[in-house]
């Protein structure tokens, strides 16, 4: 009997950590999320399956000692795997040409995670600064150039979707190319020094 009372207040103790890290948390995260996922409904989805995560990670006996580094790290992974699996036919515009035809996605000119320590670190670096610059852009910017370079729409897709006119989305979409190459030169000078 003793034992089923313990576990009892356990798990009230951990229903109680974990409302309460949600409701600390939640503006936050979800304001990161939003950065970085045009779509509100796929941002309330990454939203959910983070704090689903981490009720699981309670659940199996594993709390979180650094709840915030915990659920931002998360919704990273989240949007990520997000991002992969909404992954469509690239336009040609998001590509770069190699000698043979071939096109390159902007993650191919990345280090490979899986070739070492140093190349994970440099992929690591890289990412964070481009997020970093990614974050510097107005809202509206950000969304365009994220829809389009990371999600594949069209600049058709997006007006029929924001009923912005292609134009204005393609002059968003050049003010951040002219930031995003601005600001992330010097880090890519540093590494072709290397």
Request: proline share 3%; aromatic share 10%; net charge negative.
């Amino acid at each position: 009997m003793d034992e089923t009372l313990r576990k009892q207040w356990m798990m009230v103790q951990q229903d109680q950590q974990i409302s309460e890290a949600v409701e600390r948390e939640k503006p936050r995260l979800r304001n990161f999320i939003r950065k970085r996922v045009a779509d509100r409904s796929d941002a309330e989805d990454i939203l959910q399956e983070v704090f689903y995560e981490l009720v699981e990670a309670y659940r199996m006996m594993k709390p979180v000692q650094q709840v915030t580094a915990w659920l931002f790290q998360v919704a990273r992974n989240r949007i990520t795997d997000f991002f992969r699996s909404k992954k469509r036919e690239a336009s040609s515009e998001a590509a770069v040409k190699i000698q043979d035809g071939e096109e390159l996605q902007w993650e191919d000119l990345l280090p490979s995670p899986d070739a070492g320590p140093e190349a994970a670190y440099a992929r690591s670096v890289l990412m964070e600064e481009m997020e970093a610059a990614l974050d510097e852009l107005p809202e509206e910017q950000r969304e365009v150039f994220v829809a389009h370079e990371f999600l594949g729409y069209s600049f058709k897709e997006l007006a029929a979707q924001t009923g912005v006119s292609v134009n204005t989305l393609l002059s968003r979409k050049r003010y951040a190319v002219v930031h995003l190459r601005e600001r992330l030169q010097t880090i890519y000078d540093d590494f072709r020094k290397a």
